[in-house]
């Protein structure tokens, strides 16, 4: 069974800057797609950024000219840079994997804390 691993996370400022990581336990695992969710607490979990194995990029508007995402196939990681951190981007930052024909194998990582607070 494929595991995403994430570190990163934490407490930042306002304003600040924080990066994640994600990466897969078997690099020669292939996801059609990689990227990042966000629960915030009494909320659903939604999207903030995926990445194609071909490199197409979606954001969500609420991250848009904030966030980066990037992936490396090589080394079947996925990272997420915040840049100009907002208290509403608190949240718990899940990875996110699909792989098969139809994109319908789903995998999550265990979730890493981001709070924007001063």
């Known amino acids: 069974q494929v595991r995403l691993v994430e570190t990163g996370g934490g407490l930042v400022q306002p304003g600040g800057s924080l990066g994640l990581s994600c990466a897969a336990s078997e690099i020669i695992f292939n996801f059609n797609v990689m990227g990042w969710y966000r629960q915030a607490s009494g909320k659903q979990r939604e999207l903030v950024a995926t990445?194609?194995?071909?490199?197409?990029?979606r954001y969500s508007e609420a991250v848009k000219d904030r966030f980066t995402v990037s992936r490396d196939n090589a080394k079947n990681t996925v990272y997420l840079q915040m840049n100009y951190l907002k208290p509403d981007d608190t949240a718990v930052y899940y990875c996110?994997?699909?792989?098969?024909?139809?994109?319908?194998?789903?995998?999550w990582g265990q979730g890493t804390q981001v709070t924007v607070s001063s």
């Open positions: 996110h994997g699909s792989a098969g024909y139809f994109n319908d194998e789903i995998y």
């Open positions: 990445v194609t194995s071909g490199g197409k990029i």
